[in-house]
């Protein structure tokens, strides 16, 4: 385990651990890794940390991770044995009790004979999932015994998923994800998943199966056709229910196919073997569908070349030159014209379409200058010409890899021999829809998904059924194709949808002025009086104690965040260190999981951000309570028999006091919060500072409140000048 990992066992940060090594002959030494990047044993951590106090008992979640972390084969294999072996619990539990009892040797003897039964009965003898070898297996039998202890409390999707997250929280850099949001609303375009209205869950009809109110799926007019629900499958005029053939030819790490809502058969290709291998047993894990993934390149060895699919899921590696121009250059694949070199997302959109049956339906994700560069203008417009292309859709910015671009989706239909198609497309940008909570508790996505999903399908749904929908200024529009088939071929959205109406009438104008008045008059009120001569000021030289001595004493508790999943009785929100920083009510939300208990605040409490070097600190108050503490954060929650919350904040605010328990061993700065220190003052003397410290921080929040009030003020002076709704 790294120093990362022990500082998660303990509940401190990494600049902790450091001082443990220097302070500590009989810390334990380093058994593998690099110098700057040591590694320890976790039974050797484990023993020295609760020798010192400082561990009470390693939950079962954490070992099993740890198992997974620091496994010799990698933290891959080893997911890959653990999916194996949850597989087995999963599909032969009858089994699973037996084969433990056995010693680790005989187990490691007759698991892989257990393990190729499985695989090949769930996921077929041509597969991404080799069975592991009695050899490979032979270190990872503590690992698979703690997976499926953890399976058994949790369940053993749920397993899974958890380590897998955590090893894809670990390695950011590593893999390019679909998040949940965007994952759902592909899904659901593609008449794949489930779309829920605002409070309300799945509609069934008799014997009809799932039904939703999106109807986002795929309809034919003639009549003798099918009509696709946006749910599990594909209902026939005779009520027959046939489930959907999805698939996903970049399928990465498998989030787009786990959106999708009860399928018949699930097909992925990547070309990496390791992803394929965590996809096929995700899958195998979540859903009782057909399943098939392979290992290989799709645009150059598609390992699925007579699929006709109902639908067809991707999220493309973007601006990929060695796509396989030059040995692809007359593939039948190419109906629409063959791509440039630069033009790599074009050459997946036709692959989609290739493995499309008549009237299926395909949802890509798709870079924005996709949809303007001039070297992919003719097949832009023949998709158009034809009716290949249903909609375009702009998400906004943060919504997937890479964060700081508004990626888009393409909404693709795969033409019906003989049939009329609709000369409209359909253009949605949502890029006002960014406020709301983020799923992973960190307040770098906070788009809410809710209100993306909602917008994109209401104007989708209609179009679909219709052919065509009434605009929403800004929002969406049904473009006659002919409009979009000049020499650009632009699709881009925002640049054919009629201008929103203004963000501030005059009225709303005049309010904001009013407000911003009354707030710069407050502002007034709050500033600090003149500073005088410090006499009878607490002086240089007076006598300190630290935050971790403090802690020691029993005068306050320190808690780490980051901790916690969605209680099944009610959602939690979370306090990010976004949120802190720009003193933001708490943004985030927890992530769903097996059960474990967050951190909770009180009013009282004090959290420190302990990346960034301390630059605000936050005193939580009545209307914070009861939000759980978010990753990167640490909670002070004083004695108040001892301690003054106030007086505590502002002297841990001071840019010395930061600045000496900071540590800059990465690229980023991190303060060790029981470094901290604090004049030693009996509770009255603290109270006299506190609220000292309080008035300001009541300035700094109307400073604030100004800053924003003028910015919008201006630039609502601005649209409605220039939009007519303001006179000069």
Same mark, same amino acid.
């Given at each position: 385990?790294?120093?990362?990992?022990?500082?998660?066992?303990?509940?401190?940060?990494?600049?902790?651990v450091?001082?443990?090594?220097?302070?500590?002959?009989?810390?334990?030494?380093?058994?593998?890794?690099?110098?700057?990047?040591?590694?320890?044993?976790?039974?050797?951590?484990?023993?020295?940390?609760?020798?010192?106090?400082?561990?009470?008992?390693?939950?079962?979640?954490?070992?099993?991770?740890?198992?997974?972390?620091?496994?010799?084969?990698?933290a891959?294999?080893a +997911?890959?044995?653990?999916?194996?072996a949850?597989?087995?619990?999963?599909?032969?539990?009858?089994?699973?009790? $037996?084969?433990?009892?056995?010693?680790d040797?005989?187990?490691?003897?007759?698991?892989?004979?257990? /393990?190729?039964?499985?695989?090949?009965?769930?996921?077929?003898?041509?597969?991404?999932?080799?069975?592991?070898t009695?050899?490979?297996l032979?270190?990872?039998?503590?690992? +698979?015994?703690?997976?499926?202890?953890?399976?058994?409390?949790?369940?053993? !999707?749920?397993?899974?998923?958890?380590?897998l997250?955590?090893? +894809?929280?670990?390695?950011?850099? !590593?893999?390019?994800?679909?998040?949940?949001?965007?994952?759902?609303?592909?899904?659901?375009?593609?008449?794949?998943?489930?779309?829920?209205?605002?409070?309300?869950?799945?509609?069934? &009809?008799?014997g009809?199966?799932?039904?939703?109110?999106?109807?986002?799926?795929?309809?034919?007019?003639?009549?003798?056709?099918?009509?696709?629900?946006?749910?599990?499958?594909?209902?026939? !005029?005779?009520?027959?229910?046939?489930?959907?053939?999805?698939?996903?030819?970049?399928?990465?790490?498998?989030?787009?196919?786990?959106?999708? &809502?009860?399928?018949?058969?699930?097909?992925?290709?990547?070309?990496?073997?390791?992803?394929?291998?965590?996809?096929?047993?995700?899958?195998?894990?979540?859903?009782?569908?057909?399943?098939?993934?392979?290992?290989?390149?799709?645009?150059?060895?598609?390992?699925?070349?007579?699929?006709?699919?109902?639908?067809?899921l991707?999220?493309?590696?973007?601006?990929?030159?060695?796509?396989?121009?030059?040995?692809?250059?007359?593939?039948?694949?190419?109906?629409?014209?063959?791509?440039?070199?630069?033009?790599?997302?074009?050459?997946?959109?036709?692959?989609?379409?290739?493995?499309?049956?008549?009237?299926?339906?395909?949802?890509?994700?798709?870079?924005?200058?996709?949809?303007?560069?001039?070297?992919?203008?003719?097949?832009?417009?023949?998709?158009?010409?034809?009716?290949?292309?249903r909609?375009?859709?702009?998400?906004?910015?943060?919504?997937?890899?890479?964060?700081?671009?508004?990626?888009?989706?393409?909404? /693709?239909?795969?033409?019906?021999?003989?049939?009329?198609?609709?000369? &409209?497309?359909?253009?949605?940008?949502?890029?006002?829809?960014?406020?709301?909570?983020?799923?992973?508790?960190?307040?770098?996505?906070?788009?809410?998904?809710?209100a993306?999903?909602?917008?994109?399908? &209401?104007?989708?749904?209609?179009?679909?059924?219709?052919?065509?929908?009434?605009?929403?200024?800004?929002? $969406?529009?049904?473009?006659?194709?002919?409009e979009?088939?000049?020499?650009?071929v632009?699709?881009?959205?925002?640049?054919?949808?009629?201008?929103?109406?203004?963000?501030?009438?005059?009225?709303?104008?005049?309010?904001?002025?009013?407000?911003?008045?009354?707030?710069?008059?407050?502002?007034r009120?709050?500033?600090?009086?003149?500073? *005088?001569?410090?006499?009878?000021?607490?002086?240089?030289?007076?006598?300190?104690?630290?935050?971790?001595?403090?802690?020691?004493a029993?005068?306050?508790?320190?808690?780490?965040?980051?901790?916690?999943?969605?209680?099944?009785?009610?959602?939690?929100?979370?306090?990010?260190?976004?949120?802190?920083?720009?003193?933001?009510?708490? $943004?985030?939300?927890?992530?769903?999981?097996?059960?474990?208990e967050?951190?909770?605040?009180?009013?009282?409490?004090?959290?420190?951000?302990?990346?960034?070097?301390?630059?605000?600190?936050?005193?939580?108050?009545?209307?914070?309570?009861?939000?759980?503490?978010?990753?990167?954060?640490?909670?002070?929650?004083?004695?108040?028999?001892?301690?003054?919350?106030?007086?505590?904040?502002?002297?841990?605010?001071?840019?010395?006091?930061?600045?000496?328990?900071?540590?800059?061993?990465? *690229?980023?700065?991190?303060?060790?919060?029981?470094?901290?220190?604090?004049?030693?003052?009996?509770?009255?003397? !603290?109270?006299?500072?506190?609220?000292?410290?309080?008035?300001?921080?009541?300035?700094?929040?109307?400073?604030?409140?100004?800053?924003r009030?003028?910015?919008?003020?201006?630039?609502?002076?601005?649209d409605?000048?220039?939009?007519?709704?303001?006179?000069?």
């Open positions: 385990m790294t120093a990362a990992g022990i500082a998660r066992l303990a509940g401190v940060g990494r600049a902790a450091s001082n443990w090594r220097r302070r500590h002959p009989d810390f334990p030494k380093p058994v593998g890794g690099t110098e700057t990047s040591p590694s320890f044993a976790l039974a050797e951590v484990e023993r020295w940390l609760r020798d010192q106090g400082k561990l009470a008992e390693v939950p079962l979640r954490e070992r099993v991770w740890q198992q997974i972390a620091g496994h010799p084969a990698g891959v294999t +997911l890959v044995h653990a999916g194996c949850l597989l087995l619990v999963r599909d032969r539990s009858a089994a699973w009790p $037996s084969l433990a009892e056995l010693p040797e005989r187990l490691v003897e007759v698991l892989p004979v257990a /393990l190729e039964e499985t695989l090949t009965e769930r996921i077929g003898p041509e597969r991404a999932v080799l069975t592991p009695a050899t490979a032979k270190p990872s039998v503590p690992l +698979l015994r703690g997976a499926a202890e953890l399976a058994a409390g949790t369940g053993v !999707q749920e397993a899974f998923e958890f380590l997250g955590r090893h +894809l929280d670990a390695n950011p850099r !590593q893999y390019t994800l679909t998040p949940p949001g965007p994952a759902s609303l592909m899904a659901a375009l593609a008449g794949a998943g489930t779309r829920k209205e605002a409070g309300a869950g799945t509609r069934t &009809e008799a009809a199966g799932t039904r939703t109110e999106a109807g986002a799926g795929t309809r034919t007019e003639a009549g003798a056709g099918t009509r696709t629900e946006a749910g599990a499958g594909t209902r026939t !005029q005779e009520g027959a229910f046939t489930p959907l053939t999805v698939l996903d030819p970049a399928s990465g790490t498998g989030s787009l196919l786990s959106a999708v &809502e009860h399928p018949g058969a699930v097909c992925g290709q990547d070309a990496d073997p390791d992803l394929a291998a965590l996809t096929a047993l995700r899958l195998a894990l979540s859903t009782d569908a057909d399943i098939r993934v392979r290992t290989g390149d799709s645009l150059r060895a598609d390992a699925f070349p007579t699929l006709a699919a109902d639908a067809v991707c999220h493309p590696p973007f601006n990929e030159r060695n796509w396989g121009h030059d040995e692809l250059a007359y593939d039948p694949r190419w109906e629409y014209g063959f791509p440039a070199r630069t033009e790599s997302e074009l050459a997946w959109v036709q692959h989609a379409l290739a493995r499309l049956r008549p009237g299926g339906t395909a949802v890509l994700l798709m870079p924005p200058a996709a949809a303007s560069r001039r070297s992919g203008r003719r097949i832009r417009a023949d998709l158009l010409r034809r009716g290949a292309l909609a375009v859709v702009a998400l906004p910015a943060g919504a997937a890899p890479p964060y700081g671009v508004p990626l888009h989706l393409w909404v /693709l239909r795969k033409p019906v021999p003989g049939e009329r198609h609709t000369a &409209e497309l359909l253009l949605v940008d949502t890029a006002s829809e960014h406020t709301g909570p983020s799923r992973d508790g960190q307040g770098r996505d906070r788009l809410d998904w809710a993306v999903h909602t917008a994109v399908l &209401e104007a989708w749904t209609p179009f679909d059924r219709d052919g065509t929908v009434a605009g929403a200024p800004g929002a $969406s529009r049904s473009v006659p194709v002919i979009l088939l000049d020499d650009d632009d699709l881009a959205p925002a640049r054919h949808l009629p201008p929103p109406a203004a963000a501030e009438g005059a009225a709303q104008l005049t309010g904001v002025r009013e407000r911003l008045t009354e707030t710069l008059r407050r502002t009120e709050l500033t600090p009086p003149p500073v *005088t001569d410090p006499a009878g000021a607490v002086g240089v030289g007076r006598p300190t104690t630290t935050v971790g001595e403090l802690a020691r029993g005068a306050l508790t320190l808690r780490a965040g980051g901790a916690g999943t969605t209680p099944a009785d009610a959602p939690v929100a979370v306090l990010t260190d976004h949120d802190v920083l720009s003193a933001q009510p708490p $943004s985030g939300a927890l992530p769903d999981g097996p059960p474990e967050p951190v909770l605040l009180a009013a009282g409490d004090v959290v420190v951000p302990v990346l960034g070097g301390g630059a605000m600190i936050r005193v939580v108050e009545d209307s914070a309570e009861g939000a759980a503490l978010g990753r990167n954060l640490q909670l002070l929650r004083p004695d108040p028999a001892a301690l003054d919350p106030w007086f505590l904040a502002g002297f841990l605010r001071a840019t010395a006091n930061t600045r000496q328990a900071s540590s800059y061993a990465s *690229t980023a700065t991190r303060v060790d919060v029981r470094r901290l220190q604090l004049p030693r003052l009996p509770l009255s003397e !603290q109270r006299r500072f506190g609220d000292r410290f309080r008035a300001l921080a009541a300035f700094e929040d109307a400073l604030r409140e100004t800053s009030l003028g910015d919008q003020l201006v630039q609502g002076l601005y409605g000048l220039a939009d007519g709704t303001v006179a000069p």
